[in-house]
């Protein structure tokens, strides 16, 4: 269901291989994900890419997330493990030391939209849909994006999205800044492996460096942002000399 590959040097490619289904995740899915993460963050990669095809995922597969879940947890497995393996597959509450950069076709629903939403470089398909639908199920979009989509797009337009599970276009996402570049279909993924490729190019120093001060300044005031950036920055310096003294 989730393929691990290095199609450029240095970069990994974490593919959702299901089509069948859309490339909806049931419970299998999102820890063979969660596997294909922590593989990444332990190898040698300086940027990822995560893909899906002619469909990015239309999220979690109702048919049987719901019963898969229930059965582990009458098995005697802890909550907190099983949850912990979902969100880590979305990338909630982890940080992935390298950049990860998103090629987005077809649908872009639910799980998977969070999935979008964790990434830092996203590239989507003039087709491309997106939508948190899980209101009209009855729950909310807990795997990440209640939180981070207001601080992504604004308050109005997240609201927009997670209040009324409606489809949104490639376009509308762009104006609204959750996509950075809107190409045409099938090229999506061409695209996002040329900036890979890009982001790889550079001192790996100082993309995880920006990766960290960016991540961790959103967290804080915009002075705590300016204290993270100096250190930060302090920081690759060193390792650049370093690098540089052999």
């Not at 393929?3 to 909806?24: G, K, W």
């Amino acid at each position: 269901m989730i393929d691990l590959t290095e199609p450029r040097p240095h970069v990994a490619q974490i593919t959702l291989n299901r089509p069948a289904r859309r490339n909806a995740l049931d419970l299998a899915g999102f820890r063979e994900l969660a596997a294909a993460w922590r593989e990444v963050a332990a190898g040698g990669a300086r940027v990822a890419v995560v893909t899906g095809g002619a469909d990015f995922s239309s999220g979690a597969d109702l048919a049987t997330f719901s019963g898969d879940v229930a059965a582990a947890l009458r098995h005697g497995e802890p909550a907190d493990g099983l949850w912990g393996d979902v969100h880590h597959a979305l990338l909630r509450d982890v940080v992935l030391p390298i950049p990860v950069v998103a090629a987005i076709e077809g649908v872009c629903f639910g799980a998977g939209m969070e999935l979008a939403g964790a990434t830092d470089i996203r590239v989507a398909a003039e087709s491309a849909r997106f939508s948190l639908p899980e209101v009209r199920h009855g729950f909310i979009a807990s795997g990440g994006s209640v939180a981070r989509l207001p601080r992504q797009i604004g308050y109005p337009a997240a609201m927009q999205v997670l209040l009324t599970g409606e489809r949104f276009d490639a376009t509308r996402m762009r104006e609204w800044g959750f996509v950075g570049e809107v190409v045409p279909d099938g090229s999506a993924l061409a695209r996002a492996l040329e900036l890979a490729e890009r982001v790889a190019a550079n001192s790996p120093d100082a993309v995880r460096g920006v990766k960290r001060a960016a991540g961790e300044g959103l967290r804080g005031t915009l002075a705590q942002a300016f204290e993270i950036e100096s250190r930060v920055s302090d920081e690759v310096l060193a390792a650049s000399r370093r690098s540089a003294r052999g």
